[in-house]
């Protein structure tokens, strides 16, 4: 391996491609074959790039070759680049969902992954089998620049301060219902009073949309705090704790069918005034007119807004 104090000259594109596809497969064998080259070639595409980046990048682990921490680094610019240098290469040409290989980047947190994701990846199945979708986490306050940077695709959510060179579509909009144990001595119904005496699950700040900011704020002005049994940072790690104590969380319906259906919960009508969740599609400026975007946005888009039992 190169010395550190040795200049870098930037890895070809092909090279990148070769390491794409070797952090989806984790397998030598597999990627070559995808890629169409032997897989002596693919070792010394390898080589290259553990000289250039003066890291092993993958390390044996039985049959896999399991990624070190630099190579999951270079994961998502490498994407991002490679994504970028299609688009250039693609220009205004159409693409074919059918044949394309290709993987995008989608932001999305804890509840959009558990409804959304799932039904996503089922379409792919017959549509677009040659599409990876890679769900991708970190600060929504940095959404703005990853969108800018190519970093990620599409963000699924509701946030509110994505305005600069941003482009929204309202996919629905949501009430909310409140998630309990079947068993629960509440099960049947709740009123006001017995609502804000139940002790409540919230979700924390932190990588969530704006809009679960604004119901756990909510909610906090509403219960008394000894009623607030613990804040957890997703919808799914609070559906466990409800489903072993008689606690309650207030969430998205959309959501909790989906959650009650796999967990066994059930859900009733919330009591007092919760907003609605306004659940969109946001994507940047640069990728607006880009076929391979336009095409995930429509399919994103028909694949969520068909009936769920289709």
Do not use: K
């Not at 290469?89 to 059918?98: S, Y």
């Not at 999305?108 to 089998?129: C, F, Q, Y």
């Not at 946030?159 to 929204?168: E, F, G, K, S």
């Not at 391979?292 to 028909?302: K, S």
């Amino acid at each position: 391996m190169r010395s550190a104090a040795e200049p870098a000259a930037l890895p070809e594109l092909s090279q990148l491609v070769v390491l794409d596809c070797l952090l989806r497969e984790r397998s030598l064998t597999r990627s070559a074959e995808l890629l169409g080259m032997g897989q002596p070639t693919v070792s010394r595409v390898l080589a290259r790039l553990r000289t250039h980046f003066n890291d092993p990048l993958f390390v044996r682990a039985g049959q896999r070759m399991q990624p070190t921490a630099r190579a999951l680094e270079l994961a998502e610019p490498v994407a991002a680049l490679l994504n970028a240098a299609r688009r250039l290469q693609e220009g205004g040409a159409a693409f074919d969902p059918g044949s394309a290989r290709r993987s995008f980047a989608l932001f999305m947190v804890d509840g959009a992954i558990v409804h959304v994701l799932p039904r996503l990846l089922d379409a792919l199945r017959h549509t677009a089998p040659g599409i990876q979708l890679r769900s991708v986490q970190g600060d929504p306050l940095a959404l703005e620049g990853r969108l800018e940077r190519g970093e990620i695709d599409l963000v699924i959510g509701r946030y509110t301060h994505l305005v600069n060179n941003i482009h929204r579509r309202l996919l629905w909009d949501d009430d909310h219902v409140v998630m309990m144990r079947r068993d629960h001595p509440r099960a049947g119904g709740l009123d006001r009073s017995t609502y804000l005496a139940q002790r409540h699950v919230l979700i924390n700040m932190f990588q969530t949309s704006h809009h679960d900011v604004e119901v756990t704020r909510t909610l906090e002005e509403l219960l008394p705090p000894e009623n607030i049994l613990c804040h957890v940072p997703g919808f799914t790690a609070a559906s466990h704790i409800v489903l072993h104590t008689d606690a309650v969380v207030t969430m998205p319906r959309r959501l909790a069918t989906a959650l009650a259906r796999d967990l066994g919960l059930v859900y009733v009508a919330v009591p007092v005034p919760i907003a609605p969740l306004q659940l969109s599609v946001y994507w940047h400026e640069h990728a607006h007119r880009d076929p391979a975007n336009r095409w995930l946005r429509e399919f994103a888009r028909t694949t969520l807004l068909a009936p769920e039992n289709a």
